[in-house]
């Protein structure tokens, strides 16, 4: 078996060719950054339920401490990123593109970086059982740290060994953004540890590392560890640079041919899809037993001194890294969570960086021009062209813009990945994707209203046939107290009558008995 | 003639039997209409309608007897959505009817007397306390009606508008001119 396969299988409909302007951020290794004075750790840092606080103001905690346990089975746990003092549980800006403030646990760093007790590694992970380890995964708060941030252990959950490929997602097709390529360059041994454990808990036959040629180092740094290691039937997969190779459908169909259903998950056909930096996260749990509690970030863009990749500890200010990186040149005009495609841009410096966070970019005019005032749609076709999930998108436009969400939802308004492409090569310079992320959410909202009204209505009307119940139950009551009342008075009448009856004919014998004593004694006198 | 009279007369003598029959046969318990429109309604049961809830007031709209711009809780959406359902035009909101926005009854704990009259009022049992016991409301079950309100001796309940958080954020409707999203000087 070959450690590299460059041949992909299948290609996607549409994508688009743009700069990558990757070199800017990869011109030294990924630093460390020393511990900032303040942490902010948001509870909701991943796709289900917050997690719940488990610590109180004022309480002094150690590096990898539980802070915030997980609240439901789809709900990630959050841990303490260094040791310090809980100085506050509020709200604080987060990075979200609506710009909101969320709960978050605010610590006082100490400076002392003091280890709190970790579970004990799992070295030998070949002979522990799958729910150990999917456990240590779940209890370490690993979520995919490409973006998604979905909890990482329910994809490890059983399947009847349904699954036969592993994918590792290393395509990092987003322009600027280098944080998976670095960590390729720097710790694939590691990385190829977590595919091993990942491969041995879902049972899958093979494994495919997906990555874009335009990352030859990593490329070469991954088939290297890969054939060290021997390991058995797996791939270095060298996919066309071509924005959005990296989306999980569109990498599932460039290796191997087969497409993602409608409405479902990679699991359907058997595939399970990592980024590679969980994978990573998911070594570093297992095998030295460590929560996520850091991640590598890039800080890119014309804006910043020196473009870098930094390890990050979860909670850092966006601001405290940027003077990591040599603090912000003249040009800065945009702070960006994300890459210049997917991501938003952010209010103030003052945002943490969060488990999805993999890239800040500070954009000057030339990386993000000011978006141009849009014009009318003139039906040119182009967004069909380049979208990677074949959509209509103009459709969806007309749709979520009259507000039509049924029809929307016809058009498969749910398969829009929001990869932007569409927004990107739209001459009339419409912010398409704006579109549809509203009518998304639109639909959510309404969907939750008629969830709750629906509610309301179930509770209504046990109320009501409760009241009427109880109406009838006391009327019912009411009606057999009258009954024995009334059987009482008739009966009591009569049995008077009776009595007073007996009275009177008793009376009337003695008196003719004495009337007839009298008689006889008149008579024995005569 | 005859036979003419006896044709007409046998066909429809068999097509009412076979009327009569499917009546029968096909009978709809309940009213249909009356459940879908209840069904679109938000189910508040919060009587600003002018019918004691949501199934009366959607019983007179089936029945024809009232109009369907007077739900507030539901607003423009809900007029918007009885209008496709019964065919008729879209109006706007009565105007003895005024929009608030969503919220949810706190009562202050503090200066609750426990005289249970609040709890026979909530239409949907969000409010869980006892005689001369402090109440207090279940928020994920209450509806905002605001029908606790009137009964309240010591007027201790206030309507708490639904906070604007990351769980129920809406992404705005995107408009030509564009926010504008540089950063601040200040702010770098």
Redesign the interface.
């Known amino acids: 078996m070959s450690a590299t396969a460059p041949l992909t299988l299948g290609h996607f409909h549409g994508g688009i060719h743009m700069p990558d302007h990757k070199a800017e951020s990869t011109t030294q290794p990924v630093a460390a950054v020393k511990i900032p004075p303040q942490l902010i750790l948001p509870l909701q840092q991943h796709i289900g339920a917050p997690a719940k606080a488990v610590v109180s103001a004022g309480e002094h905690v150690l590096k990898g401490q539980l802070i915030a346990a997980a609240s439901g089975r789809v709900s990630a746990p959050i841990h303490a990123p260094t040791s310090g003092v809980i100085s506050a549980i509020e709200d604080h800006l987060v990075p979200h593109s609506s710009g909101l403030s969320a709960r978050c646990i605010i610590i006082d760093t100490d400076g002392r970086d003091e280890w709190a007790e970790l579970p004990p590694p799992i070295d030998d992970f070949t002979s522990a059982d799958n729910a150990v380890l999917i456990e240590r995964i779940r209890e370490s708060g690993i979520v995919g740290l490409g973006g998604a941030t979905f909890p990482s252990s329910i994809k490890m959950e059983a399947r009847n060994n349904s699954i036969d490929t592993l994918i590792i997602n290393a395509a990092e097709c987003e322009p600027y953004i280098t944080c998976d390529d670095m960590l390729m360059r720097e710790q694939a041994d590691q990385i190829v540890s977590g595919i091993r454990i990942i491969q041995h808990i879902l049972g899958a036959k093979r494994c495919l590392i997906g990555i874009e040629d335009n990352k030859p180092e990593a490329i070469k740094s991954m088939s290297a560890a890969v054939a060290a290691a021997s390991l058995q039937h797996t791939d270095v997969v060298t996919v066309p640079t071509l924005y959005p190779s990296g989306g999980e459908r569109q990498l599932t169909l460039l290796l191997t041919g087969k497409e993602v259903p409608s409405h479902g998950i990679p699991a359907n056909i058997g595939i399970v899809c990592q980024n590679v930096g969980t994978v990573y996260a998911i070594a570093d749990a297992v095998l030295k037993g460590r929560p996520l509690i850091s991640r590598i970030v890039t800080i890119t863009g014309e804006g910043v001194a020196q473009p870098q990749n930094v390890y990050s500890l979860i909670g850092t200010s966006a601001g405290e890294l940027v003077s990591q990186a040599g603090g912000y040149t003249g040009k800065a005009n945009q702070l960006i969570c994300g890459g210049p495609m997917m991501g938003y841009s952010m209010p103030t410096d003052e945002v943490p960086v969060t488990k999805g966070v993999n890239c800040l970019l500070v954009a000057s005019e030339q990386d993000c021009p000011p978006p141009e005032p849009a014009t009318a749609c003139i039906r040119c076709g182009k967004c069909a062209e380049a979208c990677p999930a074949q959509l209509l998108p103009q459709q969806l436009y007309w749709h979520s813009r009259s507000r039509n969400f049924d029809k929307a939802q016809d058009y498969h308004l749910f398969d829009c990945i929001e990869c932007g492409c569409c927004s990107h090569v739209c001459p009339s310079h419409i912010q398409l994707v704006h579109y549809y992320r509203f009518a998304k959410t639109q639909i959510w909202s309404k969907e939750k209203e008629k969830i709750k009204a629906d509610h309301a209505r179930q509770r209504h009307e046990a109320r009501v046939a409760r009241l009427e119940r109880i109406a009838a139950e006391r009327k019912a009551r009411m009606r057999k107290k009258k009954a024995v009342l009334k059987s009482k008075k008739g009966g009591g009448d009569s049995a008077k009558k009776a009595v007073i009856a007996a009275a009177v004919k008793r009376a009337a014998a003695k008196k003719s008995a004495a009337m007839a004593a009298t008689d006889s004694n008149q008579s024995a006198t005569e | 003639m005859i036979i003419a009279i006896v044709t007409i007369a046998a066909l429809a003598t068999l097509f009412g039997l076979l009327l009569g029959y499917a009546a029968m046969r096909f009978h709809v318990e309940g009213d249909p209409i009356a459940d879908q429109i209840?069904k679109l309604?938000?189910?508040?049961?919060c009587g600003q309608c002018g019918h004691p809830?949501?199934r009366p007031y959607a019983n007179a709209i089936a029945n024809g007897e009232d109009d369907i711009n007077r739900c507030a809780p539901g607003g423009e959406a809900t007029i918007i959505a009885l209008a496709d359902l019964l065919g008729r035009d879209p109006v706007p909101m009565d105007e003895g009817i005024d929009e608030k926005a969503p919220s949810v009854a706190l009562i202050i704990e503090k200066e609750c007397i426990g005289c249970t009259l609040c709890i026979q009022a909530c239409?949907?049992?969000?409010i869980l306390g006892a005689a001369k016991q402090m109440h207090t409301v279940i928020e994920r079950?209450c509806?905002g009606c605001e029908l606790c309100l009137p009964p309240c001796p010591v007027e201790c309940i206030v309507m708490i508008p639904i906070e604007?958080?990351?769980g129920?954020?809406?992404?705005?409707?995107?408009d030509?001119?564009?926010r504008d999203?540089?950063?601040s000087r200040e702010?770098?």
Do not use: K, M
């Open positions: 209840d309604l938000p189910q508040t049961q809830g949501c239409p949907v049992d969000a079950e509806t604007e958080g990351i129920n954020w809406i992404w705005p409707y995107p030509n001119d564009h999203l540089s950063l702010a770098l």
